[in-house]
Structure formats: structure tokens, C-alpha cells
């Protein structure tokens, strides 16, 4: 079942549009990945999601209904890239108070808080301010504040942020547990390489449009260029072939593109016919950041293209 599904949003800003026509759907218990480069529309999809813009056109699904800000933000934690922390209010007091905002008692709003400053190693910060804590400490402090009311919809806008590695770690295993508990995760980054440890499903955009929607191991399936790796020992003029082309070659490693129809077995039967040894046989994927920058320059020669059509026209 989807919780949230998104038809048709637009967003002008001055007369540039910010959002062009997005639709997608994310489903329950997803890890969702909103992608793509700084000024890209990604904030202004999320405050729509979130209800602190209205779209100009186009509206929003919640669990099936019409998206209603006031009824549904106790459902939604959001964490935006800029934070909006009280610098002098002390921390506890500050996400107890954010808490009952969201419709917690005192009672549970302090036993939820407790449970997550012992998984993230909080405990000695109650009384803190902060503005004594350095960027790592403030972004986990944001991300309780974000899921300490238990939301079924959790926005992360940049989450690992001025993390170090290990409390990078830290909170990504905390939102798997999440997603394993039955919450979704709007998870948005302009990092591609997170994206691809972290989601399963991905949208991407670039200047307000939408230019890939799906699993993120089938859209890497899809743009995949039958490239090869294979750890061998063997000199380059032993591989006069037709079954592929050699892209790289070092002593121990060769990288090759299958050509014509050629498939994986007929390479390893070309090596054990030719009785080399293969210590491993890997498809090199591309990366979710070559597809992105490969649909961009697509999709700006495309633009080029038209635009000096309709000129000459």
C-alpha cells in the first residue's frame, strides 16, 4: 500500500518553477531517495510534503486522503538540511516541548526522549544547550527531535551532515530498525553514493523535473553496459577475440565490454578454452551518480537540440 502519492505538483518561485509536474508514490516501510543537485526542487517538494508550501497545482495523498497539513503532521517527523534548533533553550526541555507538539503526553514524550538518547549516546546532554554542541552533536540532537514522537513518515533532508563515520553508522542502522518497524523514509541527499547503501526505491530530479522513478537495483540493471571485470594473469595479445573488447588491461586485472550478443558464459568458456585461470568474474554497475550525470547531459543535449530546431524553424 502506498502512504504517500504525490499527482502532477507544480511550484513557481517569481515565475521559475521549482517544481515541474512531479508525480511518484511511495510505498509503507520504504527507504525512499529523493535525489539530485543543490537547486534542484528537492526542499520544495519536501515542504509540500511536509505542508509548508501549498503546490499551485497538483495535490498529495496521505494513507489514501487528501493531504490535510493539520491532521497529518503528528505523523510526519521532518529533518530539514538547515536546522531551526533554539540555541539557548536546553535539550531536553527543547524536545520535550517539540514532542507534545506532536501530541505527546509529558509522561511518553520523556520516556520515548530517554530511549533514544541511550541508543545514540546522549545520556550526559539534558541540561546541554545548543549552542555548546559542535555540528555532528546538533545533527543527532535534530534527528531525535525528528522521530522521538514516532511518526509513520520520516523526512531526512541531508541527515549524515557534519556526522563522523561512526555516528554516521550510528543513525544509518537506526533507520533501517526504523523501516523494519513498519516507517517510511523519505531519505534526501544530493550523495549519491549513500543513496545506493541506504534505499530501495528512488526518484530523481533536476530543474523541478522528474528523470528516473524505480527500484534502485533495476535502474542500474537498466543502464548497465555489459562491462566486465576479471582477475587473470595473462598477456594482452592472448586475447584476440571477438567476444569482447578491452577497455583496461594491468597485469593481474582486465576490464572488457561484451560485444554484439555475446553472453557472460561464452567469455569463461573462452578462458578455460584458452586454459587461464580466472581468480573472479565481476559485472561492473554503474554508479546511481554516472546515471545521473548521464541522463543530465542527455537530457541537455536534447534541450540544445530542440531549441535551435525551433530557432531554425
Known amino acids: 500500500m502506498d502512504l504517500l502519492v504525490l499527482n502532477s505538483l507544480k511550484k513557481n518561485f517569481s515565475g521559475q518553477k521549482a517544481v515541474d509536474d512531479v508525480s511518484f508514490s511511495i510505498g509503507e516501510g520504504e527507504i525512499f531517495g529523493l535525489l539530485g543537485p543543490n537547486g534542484a526542487g528537492k526542499t520544495t517538494l519536501l515542504r509540500m510534503i511536509t505542508g509548508i508550501f501549498r503546490p499551485d497545482e497538483g495535490d498529495i ?92 513518515l520520516i523526512i531526512l533532508d541531508e541527515p549524515f551532515s557534519g556526522l563522523d563515520p561512526v555516528n554516521a553508522n550510528l543513525i544509518k542502522e537506526e533507520i533501517f530498525q526504523l523501516a523494519k518497524n513498519g516507517a517510511t523514509i523519505i531519505f534526501s541527499t544530493h550523495r549519491m553514493e549513500q543513496v545506493e547503501e541506504i534505499c530501495n526505491h528512488i526518484v530523481l530530479i533536476n530543474k523541478g523535473q522528474k528523470m528516473l522513478d524505480g527500484n534502485v537495483h533495476q535502474i542500474k540493471q537498466d543502464f548497465k553496459e555489459n562491462i566486465f571485470e576479471i582477475g587473470v594473469n595473462v598477456m ?64 541537455e543535449t536534447a534541450r540544445t537540440f530542440l531549441t535551435q530546431n525551433d530557432h531554425h524553424e
Not at 73 to 83: A, L, N, T, V
Not at 127 to 150: C, I, Y
Open 61 to 152: 495523498l496521505f494513507r489514501g486522503l487528501p493531504f490535510d497539513a493539520e491532521a497529518h503532521s503528528r505523523h510526519i517527523g521532518y529533518m530539514p538540511e538547515e536546522r531551526g534548533l533554539y540555541k539557548k533553550m536546553k535539550i531536553g526541555e527543547q524536545l520535550l516541548f517539540l514532542a507534545q507538539l506532536k501530541g505527546l503526553s509529558k509522561k511518553e514524550a520523556v520516556n520515548n526522549i530517554g530511549i533514544w538518547f541511550d541508543k545514540l549516546g546522549m545520556n550526559t546532554w539534558w541540561n546541554k544547550k545548543v549552542e555548546d554542541l559542535s555540528k555532528g552533536m546538533s545533527q543527532k540532537l535534530q534527528f531525535v527531535a525528528t522521530v522521538a514522537h514516532g511518526p509513520s
Open 236 to 299: 594482452a595479445e592472448q586475447l584476440m577475440t571477438a567476444l569482447f573488447e578491452v577497455i583496461r588491461f594491468k597485469k593481474d586485472e582486465l576490464i572488457i565490454k561484451l560485444v554484439h550478443d555475446t553472453k557472460n558464459n561464452d567469455v569463461l568458456r573462452y578462458f578455460i578454452e584458452k586454459e587461464i585461470d580466472i581468480r573472479y568474474f565481476r559485472e561492473i554497475l554503474p554508479t546511481l551518480n554516472e546515471i545521473f550525470i548521464r541522463q543530465v547531459e542527455n537530457t
